[in-house]
C-alpha cells in the first residue's frame, strides 16, 4: 500500500476527476477528525463540510481554519453531544435538510474512558461514542450516500485490526466492563458492522482504519495535563503528526483502490492495487486498514464470527438498541 509520498501525489489528482464534495466529520473538532477535514479542504475546489462536536469554540475555530485554506468551500459546525442517540438523529435531520447527497462520512468521536459511565440512554457514553452513534449515523445518512454521483465512502477511525473475543450476550457491555474489555469490542463491533453494511449497501465503501499513535490532544484530554504531556513524550518518536495521519486518511477516504462491492473488477489510478475486503476478495466493499493503508484483517478471527453469523446479528442487535431507545419507528436496513 501507499508511501506518503504517494498518498501525497494521490491526494493532489483527486480534484482531476471531481471538483465538488460533501463531507460529515463526527469528532472532527480536533485531532485526527480537524486534520482530515483541512486535508481535504485543500484537495476539493469547492468542498462542502460539516463538523459535528459538542463545543462551540472549537467548532468556530476549525471552520474559520477551513475558510482561510480554502474560501471557495462551505463550512458548518454543528453542535451535539453524540453521545446521546437522540442527538444523532437531531444532526442528521440537520445535515439532511441542507443536503441531498453526502459523499464522505468520516467518524473519529471517543476517548479513553477506565470505567463505564451510563448515559441517560442506557449506555455507556464512550461506547456510544465508539460504536452507537457511529452506527446512528450511518444508518439515517444512508439515503444520502446512496445518491452520490460519485461512490460514497464511510470511514470510521478506531482500531482495525485490533478485534478479539466478544460475545453476543455482551454486545452493549451492561453484561461485563473493563478498559480492556470495551476496547476490544469497539473494535471488534466496528469491523463486524463495516462487512455487514458492505453486503447490504453494495455502492457504497466501508472502510475501518486503524489510525496509529498520532501526536493529538487525546492523551492530555484523557489522562491530565501533566501525564498526558509524559505519555506523549514517551511515544513521540513512535508517532506520526496529526498532518500526516490527515494527508493518508483523506487518501483513504477518497483513492480508488477501495472500491464499493458494486464496483469490485475495476482498475486503481492511484498507483496503488485494490484493496481486500476481510472476506478476501479484492474490491469487495468493506476494508479494515492500518494507519498506512495496509490491510490489517485477522482472517482466521474474522471467519470465526462469520461462521456464528455475528455481523448480521450485530446489527440486529443495533437496530434493536435504536428502537428501544428512540421508539418503533427506528427502521431496519
Known sequence: MPSLRLARQANTTVRERRSTLVAVFVGGTSGI???????????????????VGRNQAAGDRVTEDLRELNIRGSYHFINSDVSLLRYVDAACREI???????????????????????????????????????????HNLIPQLQATEFPARVVTVLAAGKEGEIEESNFDLQAS????????????MNSLAMEYLASQHRSISF????????????????????LGSMIGLFT??????????GERNVFMATSTAYPPAAHAGGASNDGVSIAKAPTGKVGGGSYLLDFDGEDTTN?????????KEYPTKLWDHTMDIFQRILGPDTQAD
Open 33 to 51: 477528525g480537524e486534520a482530515t477535514a483541512k486535508e481535504l479542504a485543500k484537495i476539493i475546489e469547492t468542498p462542502t463540510i460539516y463538523i
Open 96 to 138: 439532511q435538510n441542507n443536503e441531498r447527497i453526502v459523499d464522505l462520512l468520516f467518524m473519529t468521536p471517543g476517548h479513553l474512558a477506565t470505567r463505564k459511565n451510563d448515559t441517560v440512554e442506557g449506555l455507556d457514553n464512550n461506547h456510544v461514542l465508539r460504536y452507537y452513534a457511529r452506527m446512528r449515523f450511518i
Open 177 to 188: 466492563f473493563s478498559f480492556g474489555t470495551a476496547a476490544t469490542y469497539g473494535a471488534t
Open 207 to 226: 472502510i475501518h482504519v486503524f489510525p496509529g499513535l498520532v501526536r493529538t490532544p487525546l492523551m492530555r484530554s484523557s489522562f491530565g495535563s501533566f
Open 236 to 245: 513521540r518518536m513512535m508517532s506520526i503528526s496529526e498532518q500526516e495521519s
Open 299 to 307: 482472517p482466521k478471527l474474522m471467519e470465526s464470527y462469520r461462521e
